[in-house]
């Protein structure tokens, strides 16, 4: 289980992104994250693993503290977290192999893969992470010469390298069509079957509805809502997205 506990970021310039954020993801969840642009979801993600460190409270996996981990221990602990990013994170004039491979370096010898030398069990490895994501065929394709969706493909196969127990995925298809979008996160939802816990922050209530077993919602960086989506009725999506998009939804309906 991981569990957060009391958790607040303050950045250098004075904005506050979280503000005492408590809740907890059972293992093999689908959580999903909602909220405004600018409501803290991606901070959140980012303190998890530890890409951005919080000002205040806790995270735990279970009985490992993230948030006290050395540089050791959090290399270790990152094995075990897989990050999709919005916009992929790519090394665009690198082949898609290359990309994929990256994912591996948390076990990797540092001087191999700096020098792009990979044990042929690390090559097939990935090459069974691209079949999963199905486009093995695009293997040493440059990744800048796949389409929006196949990139974010090849974002979940590095991520799969790590062998994550994990997945945090940040806003994985908000630069995506409404179809390319159910093809992401039917992957990740064939991820969290088999028993890999999700956590993916979303814009869209439709896709929120679809796939998300739990829901968080944050507004300025505070927990306004934790439940299922199907508990998030009228006045509750008032409180998470404001009037104006009450207002919008309303004349949709």
Known sequence: MLRIEH????YPTGTQALKDVTFNVPDGEFMVVIGLSGSG?????????RLIDPTEGKIY??????TAANPTELRHIRRNIGMVFQQ??????????TNVLSGRLGYANPWLSLLGIWPQAEKERAIKALER????????????ALSGGQQQRVGIARALMQEPK????????????????????????????????VICSLHFLDLVHRYATRVVALKDG????EGTAQEIDRAKFKEIYGEEAQEVRAASM
Not at 7 to 10: E, M, Q, R, V
Request: charged share 25%; aromatic share 6%.
């Open 7 to 10: 958790l607040s970021k303050t």
């Open 41 to 49: 979801k991606s901070t959140l993600l980012r303190c998890i693993n």
């Open 61 to 66: 996996w279970d009985d490992t503290d993230i």
């Open 88 to 97: 992929f994170n790519l090394v665009k004039r690198s082949s898609v192999l």
């Open 133 to 144: 994501v199905g486009i093995a065929d695009k293997a040493h394709n440059r990744a800048d």
């Open 166 to 197: 994990i997945i945090l995925a940040d806003e994985p298809v908000a630069s995506l069509d409404p179809v390319l979008s159910h093809s992401i996160l039917q992957y990740l939802e064939v991820l969290n079957k088999e028993g890999i816990t």
């Open 222 to 225: 505070v927990k306004v809502f």
